[in-house]
């Protein structure tokens, strides 16, 4: 088994700390720094997924990423998000798709934030190319995505994409419905309650559990069971985690 990512990379950065009094400059909470963690996110992130399900991948994305972070300050008692910092958000570069080597792999993951690194025209080429591609988009979705074989979006994404959804898309959309699970064609397939910590990055963790069992089985009720299990995995850790 042989996976492809390809998207856009970051670096996602966690800041904990305490918030115990007001800026008397502002009324803003003043955060004081406990501990500082760091890893590699977006399409980076669905990689290490993959990886740590025992797969092979590699990676297509931004030779800048390390240039671009995502950073949170956040409470270190509640989990609670003050703030969210992004830098360098415009620096990504589209891709020429003409270099992938299609045969070399078994499935692809599309993981696009819609930064500019794949146009909609790059992601329907490469649906036409390989017989078994996952998309996880934030692009409107069209006629443009016909070609790919499964599509995963957000509850949230869903309900902004509904005037786009034809009959052909509703077919091959799988999407995540936070704590009540995933639906797809219909059917909903639920999750146990859990205490979620931070749901960051429980979609790169889902489509990446989802990719790997459906190699696995070719079985598309397991892969979403499988990517569910996955998902509510990570969302019991604080920041990114991986499976």
Known sequence: MKI????????????????????PEAPVPIFNLIETTENGGMALNVKNNILALNAMTELITNPNWQDISKTRFIDIRTNHMFMRLDCNDNAYKRYNIDNIKYDDYDAIVISDYNKGFLTEEDIANIGLRHPCVFLDTKKCLGSWCESITYIKINEHEYENNKEFINETLEEKI??????????HQGKVYSVPKVEIKDVAGAGDSFIAGLVVKYIETSDII????FANVCATQVVQKKGVSIV
Request: charged share 20%; glycine share 12%.
């Open 174 to 183: 799988i999407t995540t419905l936070g704590p009540k699970g995933s639906i």
């Open 4 to 23: 492809l990512v390809i998207g856009e990379s970051c670096r996602d950065i966690f800041n904990y700390g305490e918030c115990n009094r007001l800026c």
């Open 222 to 225: 397991s892969a979403i069971e």
